[in-house]
């Protein structure tokens, strides 16, 4: 206990102290778990991964150096031994399921990589500086550090998904082959992903498993299978994600779980992962390695990022690589890295972990900590344990690691893995166009079944709104004195309607997002998204239309035929669908909701006054409002359609003995053409703005135009994947 409390004391010295060779603690007094216990075996590198022959690499290094990676023995705690010996207590399998198949891992290797984007720090545009390190399949290599350390980057650049701003110099070796990982060969999980709440958690893992997997039906059907049981999914197959009014959804560490297997669904030969304990409790997190650690002993290679970990998730890391400011501090094995801090004069004080105690040490944020303890010092003067200079800390441990035995086995490592190629990735080949497409179809219309607010609400809205402006105007006849009224009804009636389809903008929204998580690991495409929206999109539309139109059309009383009822459906239908493109066209460059419905509301304001309803079309000024506000305005060609399709060919008594057509009762009403085929033109004219705002998203997402237009960038997880090297 002696030799405990002095350890302890040597961590709350200053950092000029503990820093100095003279007061480092010996390798064998090195202690930073609650109970000792039996000694562990002696920590190595793994062999190489077996390729054309079973040559093994053995890393030797001199056992009297307090900081070789051969020598390090820890006393471990008991739940520490557990987990490390595999008796820890596994999440169950479903009844009668299978264990997960083996995955045929790759090794990863990178040499003096360094990644620079522009703006990125104020100081420097180096977020990785000379990183060194390598991944082997049936193993977890955790990138560890503090905020904005380069942990996110470094794996981004390793996955080759980085913006096009960033620049990466060094090498990447996937089999010893210095090549781009293919599609299917790697999964890429992001930190916050969209899911579709109103899906299974198998349907959810089915619909991208058609998008992703070329190939059978039942093919795909086991992958998903597969991934569910890796990821210990069973007992939540057939649970929505995100609940309904009388079951609640997925828990964050189960969702978690569910973003994991839907890549896990390609069975990927390496696994990247940001950050999978992020927004999870202790139960979850814990939940999360062993399942990961299980997933690993099937033979996939696991790389992720984490900021810190308890003791228990600790020991469950075979490879750590440490960075601080794009620096790495240390890479190699996870028990290792706690010596190499004892040799660098930083000891893991017995009752702290050792991720805290990592943070602790290289996280430049806690000086400002420190001068406000200071100041507290000044009056208490019990605060002497949180006196330790960061950049003193850092700059220690870097110079300790590149002198130390363990960058040297490092080097050897990758030398040995990068001398001879291995087997090839190849790409497992893609869906096929047609099937996302009807995938994305199918997908679409079982959504808009579930989403009760989304869009049941909406009908019932239209519904009510139809009914209402019905009631209000019925009763009109058909004299002259009711063509001004009429026209008022009808304007009314498209108008409401049009602005009633903002309430669409969150689903619209949500279906956006997903595409760009889809896109950015190549599941899903822009024209494959755009005509999966569109198809989905029609028997709605026209469920709406044909309802509405019904009890609208009667209660008003209008003529009384049914050719002019269904034109009445069908130009109400396709003002539905331009309308669903403007949403579709505002929320692709606004992200905040707030901001979509207020740019939907002010350019619906401004189309219903260039309508010609207010002001006659040809009286409008000719600047801004009549060109080019009036033609954009689709309210225009609707309504002047809808009026056509009422009063051309009719004819209004005025006295007993002469009469005039409808189309002179409406020249001071409305702007209309006399020829009896311009309806079709105004309907011509509607379908292809309908086409041409989908060609404008369909652009804006292709090219990405809305990076520069938003304040923040929605596709964040969809960026060009070519880099320059």
Known sequence: MEEIQSQSDHYRSSSSSASSPASRVPSSNFFYLRKPGAFRQPISFEDSPDWEDNTDLDVRVDQGRADSINTATTPPSPSLSKLNSGSLPSPPLP????????????????????????????????????????????????IMGPAKSGKSTLLRALAGRLPDTARVYGEVFVNGVKARMPYGSYGFVERETTFIGSLTVREYLYYSALLQLPGFFTHKRSAVEDAIIAMSLGDYANKLIGGHCYMKGLRSGEKRRVTIARELVMRPHILFIDEPLYHLDSVSTLLMMVTLKKLASTGCTLIFTIYQSSTEVFGLFDRICLLSNGNTLFFGETLACLQHFSNAGFPCPIMQSPSDH???????????????????????????????DTAVAIRTLEATYKSSADASAVETMISKLTEKQGPYLKSKGKANCLVKIA?????????????????????????????CIGTVFSGLGHSLSSVGT?????????????LLSIAGVPAQMKEIKIYTCEESNEHSGTFVFLIGQLLSSIPFLFLLSISSSLVFYFLVGLRDDFSLLMYFALNFFTCLLVNEGVVLLVSSVCRNIFWSILILVTVHMVMMLSAGYFRIRSALPRPVWMYPISYVAFHTYSIQGLLENEYIGTSFAVGQVRSISGYQALQNEYDISINIDSKWANLLILFLMAVGYRVLVFILLKFRIRKTLSLRCLFRCNENTNNAR
């Not at 009056?379 to 330790?388: A, F």
């Not at 199918?442 to 709104?465: D, G, H, N, V």
């Not at 304007?491 to 409401?496: R, W």
Request: glycine share 6%.
């Open 486 to 498: 009429r026209v008022g009804a009808i304007f009314l009636f498209i108008s409401f309607t049009s």
């Open 95 to 142: 009844e009668g399921a299978v264990l997960a198949r083996k995955i045929a891992g790759a090794s990863l290797v990178w040499k003096d990589l360094t990644v620079t984007i522009k703006g990125k720090r104020r100081y420097s545009d180096k977020v990785v500086k000379s990183s060194n390190g390598y991944a082997l399949p049936g193993s977890m290599t955790v």
């Open 439 to 467: 995938t994305l179809t199918w997908r679409s219309l079982l959504i808009m079944s579930r989403e009760w607010k989304y869009y049941w609400l909406r009908l019932i809205l239209y519904m009510f709104l139809a009914i």
């Open 358 to 388: 990592f943070l602790r040490a290289i996280n430049t944020d806690f000086d400002r900590i420190i001068a406000m303890c200071k100041n507290w010092q000044d009056d208490h003067g019990e605060l002497s344990s949180v006196n330790m």
